[in-house]
């Protein structure tokens, strides 16, 4: 084997041992090791959903539409302000980042008291994310308060921009754009029949329905019509409320709600994950087992992973939510 | 394994060489870092509700969270102050990643297609 040439290695060469490879310990180089394998499967779940997206035979959802609850001023002010919650999740969560760092900070410096309370505050911050997260979820699940309609087979809906009777329908049934409750008035009627296939829309609180993707979102069904559109022979429409794996009221491909139950749940439980090992490292420093051993490197090591945690977050916000 | 060798060796991986900042100055360079990665989330936001849908806006999203995502990982996980071979062996891997993106996005969007499927009744089916 190798005894020839056992002279010919230096005396001080890495392969004798006892050298740190990169200059970093064993467990930080197994946690970032760890992070690049998780970075991997995060990755996958995203370009799927890109795939998916970009390649979906029905319109997908628009995010803008779909989260739009906040506490308190959905439930008691009627107020849905578009992404504002997911907002505040963004913040929260690169929040607790820093008060990782800072902690990490501290106890490069033995300062064992600052370490716990930068700590606590990052563990405070990871609970409120998973909390959102399941308000998210609960609104998701529950849907809208009348649920939506799947505009399966829609294939000759009149546009009238005109006339703000839309009684009097001609065809099938009358698509109208309206901001609010005012109809736009143009001068001259021109009357367009477009296919509303693929497309969703939520039943408002008069019956009406109001069309959320596609390149008709924002534009009314009024409530006469939603009648005229279920009866017609040629159409096929579904009532849907809420969503599940197989079926969701935000998009007629069950992809979307599949991939923002998959995507967010594994993101969240390893926040949740997170969560439970700071706590047990927090425990550990309380103890004072970081200060008999010399150093802090075990709060670095988990700050790896609530700053990975964090980092996947900021890619699930920009794919999921914004584009 | 070598646990014990741990303590002697103090953990500090980055000590050595490298002129990276300790004490109050690390703290305002982490606070930094903190106000940098929130006024782009801000722009981000802005962006999301002033610009129309379109290729700019997404490129303006991905670059923006690209820049977030170097912060993260050069500042908060420290890579940036760790050797560079490290910095290499954690980045370099990457790549695979970038090839996943364009296969599944070149190669991958046929799955709706009617062309490929006959008819679209057919292809709504598949899902």
Redesign the interface.
């Known amino acids: 084997m190798a005894h020839g040439t056992s002279t010919a290695t230096k005396p001080n060469s890495a392969w004798r041992g006892g050298v740190e490879p990169y200059k970093a310990s064993y467990g930080k180089l197994m946690m970032w090791f760890f992070l690049v394998s998780d970075a991997f499967t995060f990755s996958t779940l995203l370009v799927v959903y890109g795939t998916l997206r970009f390649s979906s035979p029905t319109e997908w959802a628009n995010p803008e539409n779909v989260f739009t609850h906040v506490p308190i001023l959905t439930e008691f002010f009627n107020m849905h302000p578009p992404l504002a919650f997911v907002g505040l999740m963004t913040f929260i969560l690169i929040g607790s980042s820093v008060t990782m760092v800072l902690g990490v900070e501290a106890g490069h410096r033995m300062d064992k008291k600052t370490v716990e309370k930068y700590f606590i505050l990052t563990i405070i911050g990871g609970i409120m994310f998973v909390s959102c997260q399941a308000y998210e979820w609960y609104n998701f699940i529950v849907g809208t308060p009348h649920g939506s309609i799947h505009l399966v087979e829609a294939p000759n809906v009149q546009i009238e921009r005109h006339s703000a009777d839309t009684a009097n329908a001609k065809g099938p049934v009358i698509l109208v754009e309206s901001h609010g409750h005012t109809v736009k008035m143009v001068v001259d009627s021109v009357q367009d029949s477009v296919n509303l296939k693929g497309l969703v829309g939520t039943y408002q609180e008069d019956h009406s329905v109001r069309i959320m993707n596609g390149k008709h979102e924002g534009w009314y069904i009024t409530k006469e019509n939603v009648t005229a559109l279920k009866t017609h022979p040629e159409n096929v429409v579904k009532d849907v409320k809420g969503a599940t794996l197989t079926i969701n009221e935000y998009s007629q491909n069950p992809s979307f709600a599949n991939l923002f139950f998959f995507i967010t749940g594994f993101h969240g439980s390893h926040v949740a994950s997170g969560v439970l090992l700071n706590y047990i490292i927090f425990m550990q420093v309380k103890r004072g087992v970081m200060h008999r051993r010399g150093h802090y490197e075990m709060v670095e090591k988990v700050g790896l992973y609530w700053h990975f945690v964090d980092l996947v977050w900021v890619f699930v916000f920009t794919f999921f939510y914004l584009i | 394994?070598?646990t014990q060798?741990?303590?002697a060796?103090?953990?500090?991986?980055?000590d050595?060489g490298h002129a990276h900042l300790?004490?109050p100055a690390?703290?305002r360079r982490?606070?930094m870092?903190?106000w940098i990665?929130?006024a782009i989330?801000a722009v981000?936001?802005v962006i999301?509700?002033v610009m129309l849908r379109g290729m700019t806006r997404?490129v303006l999203?991905?670059g923006?969270?690209l820049v977030?995502?170097f912060y993260?990982?050069a500042?908060?996980?420290?890579l940036k102050h760790?050797?560079r071979?490290?910095i290499l062996?954690?980045l370099v891997?990457?790549v695979?990643?970038i090839w996943?993106?364009i296969a599944?996005?070149v190669e991958?969007?046929?799955?709706?297609?009617?062309w490929f499927f006959g008819s679209?009744a057919a292809?709504?089916e598949e899902?």
């Open positions: 394994m070598s060798e741990h303590g060796h103090g953990g500090h991986g980055h050595d300790t004490g690390q703290r982490i606070w870092v903190f990665m929130f989330t981000e936001f999301a509700f997404n999203f991905i923006m969270t977030k995502a993260i990982v500042e908060f996980m420290h760790e050797t071979n490290l062996t954690i891997p990457l695979f990643v996943l993106i599944l996005l991958g969007t046929w799955y709706g297609d009617p679209v292809a709504s899902l």
